[in-house]
């Protein structure tokens, strides 16, 4: 079974750039399609992107589409996030996930492992 820490939350300005970073431990991290969402206060847990096991397909929720980017170093196990022009509106927990297959659902109940989370809050 796969764990999965991420890191790289932090406190900044609008305007700003941070990179998350997921590390996997217990699995190999290219046996798994690799997804990030978040949990603003009060609200649901929403997609943000995924990405295939090789990198070759990703995909992105509106709201972050030409702001971050996600990609896999499979070789580190390692996920990345980078966020760049961060918003107000992006402040949430950021969570790591991970699921078997080769699909690439945007819904979090298709995910099988998740992180414990890294919170994000941006200021105006």
């Known amino acids: 079974q796969v764990q999965l820490v991420e890191s790289g939350g932090g406190m900044v300005q609008a305007g700003d750039s941070l990179r998350l970073s997921c590390l996997a431990s217990?699995?190999?991290?290219?046996?798994?399609?690799m997804g990030w969402f978040r949990q603003a206060s009060g609200k649901e847990r929403e997609f943000v992107a995924n990405?295939?096991?090789?990198?070759?397909?990703?995909n992105y929720d509106d709201s972050v589409k030409g702001r971050f980017t996600i990609s896999r170093d499979n070789t580190k196990n390692t996920l990345y996030l980078q966020m760049n022009t961060l918003k107000v509106e992006d402040t949430a927990v950021y969570y790591c996930?991970?699921?078997?297959?080769?699909?690439?659902?945007?819904?979090?109940?298709?995910?099988?492992?998740w992180g414990q989370g890294t919170q994000v809050t941006v200021s105006s």
């Open positions: 996930a991970a699921r078997d297959g080769y699909a690439l659902p945007t819904v979090s109940e298709e995910y099988d492992y």
């Open positions: 217990g699995g190999t991290l290219s046996s798994h399609v």
């Open positions: 990405i295939g096991r090789l990198s070759g397909r990703t």
